[in-house]
């Protein structure tokens, strides 16, 4: 199955910081922009961040603007989300998708391969 896996959640204070990793599974992810979305309980999925093929082209959503970076290394078939300054309010399961954002725009659906089981980001004191 043409997946992604998400790994690097866990449970971190307010004002932590986590990095979360996207690895390919099955399939060549240096081709497509990739999106890390978020869905908090009771919430839907949205958009957090979005990085282009080539890695030259990031956008975030406001809420996390100046505190998470998105990166990318295409030899490692992986895509990474540093996440600092963490608030209780980020927290959620973090998912990433392939072929799933254009520049600021969040698609409701991966455009290649299906979602994962994501990984759960927890911010408590």
């Known amino acids: 199955q043409l997946q992604l896996v998400e790994s690097g959640g866990g449970l971190v204070q307010p004002g932590g910081s986590l990095r979360l990793s996207c690895a390919a599974s099955?399939?060549?992810?240096?081709?497509?922009?990739v999106g890390w979305f978020r869905q908090a309980p009771g919430k839907e999925r949205e958009g957090v961040s979005c990085i282009n093929s080539s890695g030259g082209s990031t956008n975030y959503a406001d809420s996390v603007k100046g505190r998470f970076t998105i990166s990318r290394d295409n030899a490692k078939n992986t895509v990474y989300l540093q996440m600092s300054s963490l608030k209780p309010e980020d927290t959620a399961v973090y998912y990433c998708?392939?072929?799933?954002?254009?520049?600021?725009?969040?698609?409701?659906?991966?455009?290649?391969?299906?979602w994962g089981q994501g990984t759960q980001v927890t911010v408590s004191s």
């Open positions: 099955g399939f060549t992810l240096h081709y497509y922009a």
């Open positions: 998708a392939a072929d799933a954002c254009l520049g600021s725009t969040w698609y409701e659906r991966p455009g290649f391969g299906s």
